[in-house]
C-alpha cells in the first residue's frame, strides 16, 4: 500500500510565505506525477499545482508567480512553496502522487493552510 503524507501547513499572516512537502513510499516515485491540490469548506477539491516525472510544472492560474511546485526523487518527496498568501489560499491542502488516465494516484490526508487577515 502505497503511503502519503503530507506536512508543513499552519497558520500564517497575508503576504507570509509557507512550504509544503509530500513525502511518498511509493517505490516508483520517480516515474509518478505529483499534484498539489487544495479544499476550502464548501468548495470543491482543485488541482494548485502538478509536476511531471520529467519536472514539467502546471500551475493554476490563482497561484501562477506566487507558488512553486518542485521534486527531490532521490527523497521520494515533492515540495509547494507558496508565497505573498492571501486569505483566498486558506483550505486543506493534499498531494496526490501517481495520478494518470485510467488511475487515480494515492492521495495524503492534507494539510491545513490558514492565512490570517
Known amino acids: 500500500q502505497v503511503q502519503v503524507m503530507e506536512s508543513g501547513g499552519g497558520l500564517v499572516q497575508i503576504g507570509e510565505s509557507l512550504s509544503l512537502s509530500c513525502g511518498s513510499s511509493?517505490?516508483?516515485?520517480?516515474?509518478?506525477?505529483v499534484g498539489w491540490y487544495r479544499q476550502a469548506p464548501g468548495e470543491e477539491r482543485e488541482l494548485v499545482a502538478a509536476?511531471?516525472?520529467?519536472?514539467?510544472?502546471t500551475y493554476a492560474d490563482s497561484v501562477k508567480g506566487r507558488f512553486t511546485i518542485s521534486r527531490d526523487n532521490a527523497k521520494n518527496t515533492a515540495y509547494l512553496q507558496m508565497n505573498n498568501l492571501t486569505p483566498a489560499d486558506t483550505a486543506v491542502y493534499y498531494c496526490?502522487?501517481?495520478?494518470?488516465?485510467?488511475?487515480?494516484?494515492?492521495w495524503g490526508q492534507g494539510t491545513q493552510v490558514t492565512v490570517s487577515s
Open positions: 496526490n502522487v501517481g495520478a494518470a488516465l485510467g488511475s487515480p494516484g494515492y
Open positions: 511509493a517505490s516508483g516515485f520517480r516515474f509518478f506525477s
Open positions: 509536476i511531471s516525472s520529467q519536472g514539467r510544472t
